[in-house]
């Protein structure tokens, strides 16, 4: 329970750090996101390291049970020492674990299609400045001659 409680508090970090995260992808702040990002990696790590303790620890319930190690899971847990004096804080510490992780979750979503919208216009912008900067495209043709088009185009790329 302590391992899990551990992760939970990693789990609360990463929320405040995921929409610390959204407000530097929405204002463009590259500085904020480089160090946002290098804490989050931080946070990940340690909270890859509970999760490998909370792995062996199920493997020792699961061996001291004789079940498989794949099947002890926390709700699992909760069903094995009903009417426990653990058992309510285990339930209180499932139920928190799967709201940080959901909540986590949503925010992880909203955030990847920000900067997936921003890595758009991104783009969309370098086309535009390329476009700006060679206005009429390069043609040739067969045998490697130019041919000049007329007009001015402003887009040469298939968006």
């Known amino acids: 329970m302590n391992t899990v409680d551990k992760q939970i508090e990693i789990y609360d970090e990463l929320l405040e750090i995921a929409a610390r995260k959204k407000t530097?992808?929405?204002?463009?702040?590259?500085?904020?996101?480089?160090?946002?990002?290098?804490?989050?990696?931080?946070?990940?790590?340690?909270?890859?390291?509970?999760?490998?303790?909370r792995e062996t620890l199920f493997a020792d319930i699961a061996?001291?049970?004789?079940?498989?190690?794949?099947?002890?899971?926390?709700?699992?847990?909760?069903e094995l020492i009903k009417g426990q004096p653990e058992e309510q804080r285990l339930i209180s510490i499932r139920n928190r674990a799967m709201d940080s992780l959901n909540r986590?979750?949503?925010i992880n979503e909203l955030n990847k299609i920000l900067i997936e919208t921003a890595l758009e216009h991104i783009d969309y912008s370098m086309n535009i400045l390329r476009s700006t900067l060679n206005p009429q495209p390069y043609y040739c043709d067969l045998a490697g001659n130019e041919i000049n088009l007329p007009g001015k185009m402003f887009f040469d790329a298939k968006q």
Request: charged letters at 30%; proline letters at 0%; aromatic letters at 2%.
């Open 104 to 106: 986590l979750k949503k």
């Open 63 to 78: 061996f001291v049970l004789n079940r498989k190690n794949e099947t002890i899971t926390l709700s699992k847990l909760v």
């Open 24 to 53: 530097a992808v929405i204002e463009n702040n590259l500085e904020s996101l480089s160090e946002i990002t290098a804490l989050e990696n931080t946070l990940l790590g340690k909270c890859s390291r509970l999760d490998k303790q």
